[in-house]
Every structure is written in C-alpha cells, then in structure tokens.
C-alpha cells in the first residue's frame, strides 16, 4: 500500500486532477470548497503569472481520499486549503503536512476553509510548529441542491438592470469589502478578471446599488449593498442572479458566511441554501 511507512505530501500532475475530483465527490457537498479551489486555480495558473498554484496528495497517490492545494498570490499572501473524506486519508495527510517544506512555516500564511472536523489534528500541528493563531474566522458552508438552484428566477423591478463585474471594478469592492486590507486588492482583481460577479444598477443614471462576486473558490461573496438602497430586495436578486450564473456553468451555489452575520444566514436560508458544516479560516506567523 502507498500509505504504509513515513508519508509525505508530493507534488501532483495536473493529469491527476480527474482522480482527485471523484475521491472528493465522495464527500459532497462538505468537499465543496477544495474541489472548485482546486478548479479554479488550474485555469488561473494557466494565464496569470500573478498566481502559483500546486497540489499535493499522500505519497502521490491521488486515489487516497486527500488533497492539499497551496497558492500564493503575488503582492499578497499564501493560502493553503485541504480536505479529506475519510479517517485514513485524514490521518495521512495530517501525518505528511508535519513535515511539509513548501510551506515557508517562517512566513505569515492562512489555512483557507478548513473543515471543522479536521481541526483538533490542524491545532496540534499548529502547536508543535510554534506557530501562534493570529485570526480564527469561523463560517458556515452553504450550499444549494441543484434541484433547488435550478428553479431560481431573477425577479427585478423595472428601473433596475444587472451587469456583469469585472477587473475594472476591482478597487470599488475593496474599498466596501470588510476584509480589505494590504494584499487584497490583487486578490480582488484575479478574482474579478477570472470569474467575475453580477452588479445592479439603476436604469435612470447607471448608478450601482450593489454587487456580489465569484469567489476564487467557486462561492457567492463579497455581497454588498450601499446603506441607502438596503432593506429592499437587492441582496436577494443578487445572490438568485449569481446563482443562476453559476447553475449555467454547472457549478453547485456555495456560499460561507461568518457565524455572527444573522442577516446574510436569514437571507441564504430564506433561499434554501443548506448549512453543511463549519468551517475554519486560520492565520498563523511564527511566535
């Protein structure tokens, strides 16, 4: 067996991405985040040197049940997502991150989504790199059956259009996105010029009440709407819009929203999104 002795996590092909998709399947839709993070990043890479991406598997094997995929964005930061769907390919990845070498364990970098259940294992890790915690941002994963997705309509008022968003808007949702900070414009742009977002708009002056995104890991996001338009129905035309976006690439609606934010939870459910899982967002420098 390719998990019998020491085992580390290896470099994979991207010939090997079909095999790490159906072991991922296998635990849909908790597997959600890493399969379309895994997508989007191999179709990133392939025209923007702004973006390096690997993925790693267990001793190379990609039938394991495991995955690693580590990026890093030029003038920002470096975000590692793993998932696993089951207890041996969970022990075995925990077991070849321990001495993992492409992570520069030095640097400041953040553990992207990680599934709740693995995270007693992460923490440890954590622990005996001494590295200390800097941000523990906890959201829960939404998704929507495509039975349900494929049934959502759009339903605007007449003095209101939708457009598509693109890099040219870039510092617009920075400047209203509460995560911005140093490094997230470039991020914002990659994911603006790759997978885009829906605005909408008044007919009468081209005005943009609000907006959402196309995160880089296949989810709805970055919602916004200006303080003076909210409380009447933009929030929720604009996720059905992204919605219906996403059900015409075949993709399953996803969506993470932090624990505490009441209204966005009422607003998704409300639309029939499905709380799966908790996941984790972790920042973590050297003590």
Same mark, same amino acid.
């Given at each position: ?86 207890? %041996? $390919?969970? /022990? ?6 321990? @001495?993992? #070498?492409?992570?520069? +364990?030095?640097? !400041? ?16 890790? %954590? $622990?005996? /790199? ?6 523990? @941002?906890? #959201?829960?994963?939404? +998704?929507?059956? !495509? ?141």
């Amino acid at each position: 067996s390719p998990l019998i002795g020491d085992i580390t996590l290896k470099k994979m092909n991207f010939s090997d991405i079909p095999q790490v998709f159906h072991n991922l399947k296998r635990d849909w839709p908790h597997s959600i985040h890493t399969y379309f993070f895994l997508l989007n990043f191999m179709d990133w890479t392939e025209d923007s040197a702004n973006v390096a991406f690997d993925f790693y598997c267990p001793n190379g094997d990609p039938t394991v049940g495991s995955v690693l995929a580590l990026t890093k964005f030029k003038g920002s930061g470096t975000f590692v997502n793993y998932h696993c769907v089951d207890y %041996i $390919s969970c /022990k075995a990845i925990h077991e070849g991150l321990k @001495d993992f #070498c492409d992570i520069d +364990w030095s640097q !400041p970098f953040i553990f992207e989504s990680i599934h709740e259940r693995l995270i007693p294992d992460l923490n440890k890790i %954590i $622990s005996d /790199k001494g590295l200390k915690i800097n941000k523990n @941002d906890k #959201c829960y994963q939404l +998704w929507m059956p !495509p039975t349900v997705a494929k049934n959502i309509m759009v339903e605007l008022q007449s003095e209101l259009y939708m457009m598509p968003l693109d890099a040219n808007h870039t510092r617009l949702v920075d400047k209203h996105w509460e995560h911005s900070g140093p490094g997230t414009a470039e991020i914002i742009q990659e994911t603006l010029a790759h997978n885009g977002g829906l605005g909408i708009l008044f007919r009468e002056n081209d005005t943009i009440a609000g907006w959402a995104v196309e995160q880089h890991y296949g989810g709805i996001g970055m919602l916004y709407v200006h303080p003076e338009y909210r409380r009447r129905g933009y929030a929720t035309e604009l996720v059905k819009g992204m919605v219906s976006r996403l059900v015409d690439r075949e993709i399953d609606p996803s969506a993470l929203v932090e624990e505490h934010n009441q209204p966005s939870r009422q607003l998704f459910g409300g639309l029939h999104f499905e709380n799966i899982c908790m996941v984790h967002w972790i920042g973590v420098e050297k003590s």
